[in-house]
């Protein structure tokens, strides 16, 4: 039982080391590109709100990056602290693929990021653009090599086993483009746009609030409630198409979110309830006859399988899933919600003017990345019992380290990132908190920040360079 | 067979690299103990403050590097070294932010608790890299490609000894360090700490490499026994060679003699290090042709490897060229 056991707080220390990455690097994916497209219009346009705004999320994006990297540290060594089995037998197709990952991000920092965050006033306007251009290109090279590794775990091809039960990879081009890999793809990266379209937006409510009139929070808000209006709706889209493409290669995961244990003609949609796993049914459950056949079939008759056609030891936890998913697709319907909200506003000209609308914005600050941890929750617990989905059991990829020593690191993580990305996280409060200003300043000289990483230009201003 | 070797010696470097790199800026933590005056301390965090990023970095590429290329050893090593491990990212993470955090802090009362997470921090994450070492030395038991021994089976007298030899070591780097960017009372007190830190790491020096023949009777027979000796007697010759150029280096004041001294040393010891284990990367039973990925994993990453690494590097280099010169209070580097 105590192996058991172990499993499990290796798992949630698994969760909870990457659930704190991970919404470090959604946010620098989101930002870089928010970014890009700022000096774009500046410099498509001249105007100084532009640059005002550009410069102000700068400061934010320093920071975010900088506790992106600490955290990254740790992620390099989960694998082998407590999934060693699962790194001698997979680390040959994952590890080169998460190893091309840091190579991009240590590419990207020693190359482009100095100069974008310092080199604007030293640098030409268009070799600054590029090198803007270049970091949210690279953040998005990166989240491509994980997206890769972590897509091919879903849905494994391209490689051989040894009889010792070793992945040997046979064919790079499957491995790489498997055949979740592109949905999951699309569906994080337009999710990281979401997450920080809300975070700016609401950032802009709260400034709007205090002052009407100004430009910088004005075109903020503006430009997140379009994001809402347009990027929200391709996102329940791409949802859709992703569900598919895991119904067809994870049948059990959808099984799992939909809370459907038995196959019949005319699938329901269950809306609410609690999957029993002991029981195998739904307590208390909410459904909507035939909508489930035609989400995930579109046919009035189509069935999906029930949860009871696969083993009982090859299900995923249901209860987890189900309730997951629910936090993800409410929370994408409520920013579609809002866009629209918005768009009817804006056409009656009081976008600006709406006081209820700059309450809502503020308080789905978080509902981006509310909605992208869940929707990793769905996709990751889906998988169980499984690491690499078919092939190797969770149970069989785990460390030969006993619960103590998990569960005593665990409490180490659990404490020392508490302290750490909680100061981290209050630095960045500070930061949005005050209002942007015209002629915003960059970031402040004199305080080393991480992320300067280790570009030359910052040593421009002493007059060193040669 | 070539491809695992020319692995095997990008690993080796890469984390060589971070030795030599983080070890100096770690260092210039674990100083924080006996320099305690705040205009010293900020010149001695912005000397390291352009580099110390990229320094750090090297140890995701050997980690990284390891479990790509190496799975078995990757697989093994860490839930061996386990609290050691978790330790030293735990302190990592502490010191990274400490860095940063103690130019934003507030009040004296924040920047004093930051100073010392740093301080506390960059000693601990020495300190383990020691016992990672020396755990890694003196064996790991394995079974069916999976560890197979107990909780503390890594904490003896030997690895406890290699971490304070660490310590002392990257103490000793940090000090070189400041003695070529700094100037001033600090520079001087950091000579004479220089002399003290040197005694007592070549003192950790001998310890340590006399000891490690004793683990095994494989060390024994390379380093002593003939004709290995022709190819190892040269390392303790050049370690003492390099102790009298950093004693007149030292003496006549020079800058940047000593650091380059100190590197030196550290160089030497992983040669050491080397010739100890080639060809086994988990003593006493993992050679490297053991550990190796399959040779379609190899080659797969190198291509970036070739491209990614020499421009990193070349990057690197050019960062320091840009940041030489001595640094003054008062004095930021952007």
Redesign the interface.
């Given at each position: 039982m105590s192996g058991a056991d172990a499993v499990l707080v290796a798992r949630a220390q698994f969760a909870f080391t990457i659930g704190f990455h991970i919404v470090l690097p959604a946010f620098t994916i989101g930002l870089a590109s928010y970014l890009a497209v700022l000096e774009a219009l500046w410099l498509a346009t001249g105007r100084q709100v532009y640059l005002d705004v550009f410069q102000y999320w700068l400061k934010a994006f320093a920071i975010v990056f900088?506790?992106g990297?600490?955290?990254?540290?740790?992620m390099?060594?989960q694998?082998?602290?407590n999934w060693?089995?699962?790194?001698?037998?997979a680390?040959?197709?994952?590890?080169?693929l998460?190893?091309?990952e840091?190579?991009?991000a240590?590419?990207l920092?020693?190359?482009f990021l100095g100069i974008m965050l310092?080199g604007r006033e030293r640098v030409g306007r268009m070799v600054h653009f590029a090198a803007t251009m270049l970091v949210a290109i690279g953040t998005l090279i990166s989240a491509t090599w994980i997206l890769a590794a972590n897509s091919w775990m879903q849905t494994p091809q391209g490689y051989t086993l040894t009889p010792?039960g070793r992945f040997?990879?046979?064919d790079?081009w499957q491995i790489i483009f498997n055949p979740s890999f592109p949905y999951r793809l699309v569906h994080m990266v337009i999710a990281c746009y979401l997450s920080v379209a809300f975070v700016v937006g609401a950032v802009g409510a709260y400034h709007l609030r205090r002052d009407a009139q100004s430009q910088a929070a004005r075109l903020m808000f503006s430009m997140a409630m379009w994001m809402a209006l347009v990027v929200a709706p391709i996102q329940v889209l791409a949802g859709d198409q992703h569900g598919l493409n895991t119904l067809r290669y994870q049948p059990a995961k959808v099984a799992a979110l939909e809370g459907d244990w038995d196959t019949r003609p005319g699938t329901p949609l269950i809306l609410f309830g609690m999957p029993n796993m002991e029981e195998e049914r739904t307590d208390w459950a909410v459904e909507v006859p035939h909508l489930g056949a035609l989400v995930l079939t579109h046919s009035w008759d189509g069935s999906i399988k029930g949860l009871k056609d696969f083993p009982p030891q090859d299900r995923p936890p249901s209860p987890v899933v189900f309730w997951a998913f629910r936090v993800m697709v409410g929370l994408g319907f409520l920013m579609a919600a809002v866009g629209l909200w918005a768009a009817y506003l804006r056409m009656g000209g009081r976008l600006y003017a709406s006081r209820w609308l700059q309450r809502v914005a503020l308080a789905m600050a978080p509902s981006g990345f509310i909605a992208l941890l869940s929707g990793w929750t769905v996709t990751e617990v889906g998988r169980q019992p499984f690491t690499v989905y078919g092939v190797l059991r969770t149970a069989d990829s785990v460390?030969?380290?006993?619960l103590p020593?998990v569960a005593?690191?665990l409490a180490?993580?659990v404490v020392?990132?508490l302290i750490?990305f909680g100061?981290?996280f209050l630095?960045l409060l500070r930061v949005v908190r005050r209002p942007p200003t015209v002629g915003e300043s960059g970031l402040p000289?004199?305080?080393?920040?991480?992320?300067?990483?280790?570009?030359?230009i910052?040593?421009l201003?002493?007059g060193?360079?040669? | 067979m070539i491809l695992t070797l020319i692995w095997a010696c990008v690993i080796a470097f890469a984390v060589l690299a971070y030795v030599l790199l983080d070890g100096f800026d770690l260092g210039v933590g674990i100083l924080f103990a006996v320099e305690r005056h705040g205009e010293d301390r900020d010149v001695m965090?912005?000397s390291v403050?352009?580099?110390w990023?990229?320094n750090?970095?090297w140890?995701?590429?050997g980690?990284?590097?390891?479990?790509?290329?190496f799975?078995?050893a990757?697989?093994?090593?860490?839930?061996a070294l386990?609290?050691a491990?978790?330790?030293m990212?735990?302190a990592?993470?502490?010191r990274?932010?400490s860095?940063?955090?103690r130019?934003?802090a507030v009040t004296t009362r924040g920047r004093t608790w930051w100073d010392g997470a740093f301080v506390c921090g960059s000693t601990l994450a020495a300190f383990c890299q020691g016992l990672v070492l020396g755990g890694l030395l003196q064996g790991i038991h394995v079974e069916d490609?999976?560890?197979?021994g107990g909780?503390w089976d890594w904490l003896t007298g030997f690895t406890v000894l290699c971490g304070v030899a660490v310590v002392f070591g990257y103490a000793l780097q940090g000090t070189c360090w400041l003695i070529w960017r700094t100037e001033g009372a600090l520079q001087q007190r950091c000579r004479r700490h220089a002399l003290v830190l040197a005694v007592v790491t070549l003192g950790f020096i001998v310890v340590v490499s006399l000891w490690t023949p004793m683990l095994n009777p494989v060390f024994m027979q390379r380093w002593f026994g003939w004709p290995g000796i022709l190819l190892t007697s040269p390392v303790p010759i050049l370690v003492a060679l390099v102790g009298w150029v950093f004693w007149r280096g030292l003496s006549l004041r020079h800058d940047l003699t000593p650091f380059l001294c100190a590197q030196a040393w550290f160089v030497l010891c992983y040669a050491g290090l080397g010739i100890s284990l080639w060809p086994l990367i988990v003593p006493p039973g993992i050679t490297i042709w053991d550990a190796a990925?399959?040779p379609?994993?190899q080659a797969?990453?190198l291509v970036?490897?070739v491209v990614?690494?020499p421009?990193?590097l070349a990057?690197?280099g050019?960062?320091y060229?840009?940041?030489r010169?001595k640094v003054r209070p008062g004095?930021?580097?952007?």
């Open positions: 900088a506790m990297v600490v955290s990254g540290v740790v390099a060594y694998f082998g602290t060693a089995r699962f790194s001698d037998k680390g040959a197709v994952v590890g080169p998460m190893g091309y840091v190579l991009t240590f590419f920092e020693a190359g310092f010792d040997v990879p046979a790079w460390s030969p380290v006993g020593g005593g690191s180490g993580f020392v990132y750490v100061a981290g630095f000289p004199g305080v080393p920040i991480r992320s300067a990483g280790i570009t030359p910052v040593a201003d002493d060193r360079m040669p | 965090v912005n403050a352009p580099v990023d990229g750090e970095t140890l995701v590429l980690g990284g590097g390891l479990l790509a290329m799975p078995l990757y697989s093994v090593i860490l839930p386990y609290p491990i978790i330790a990212l735990l990592l993470v502490f990274g932010v860095f940063e955090f130019f934003r490609r999976v560890y197979a909780w990925a399959p379609s994993s797969f990453l970036g490897a990614l690494i421009t990193i990057y690197t050019y960062a060229w840009v940041f010169g004095m930021h580097y952007h």
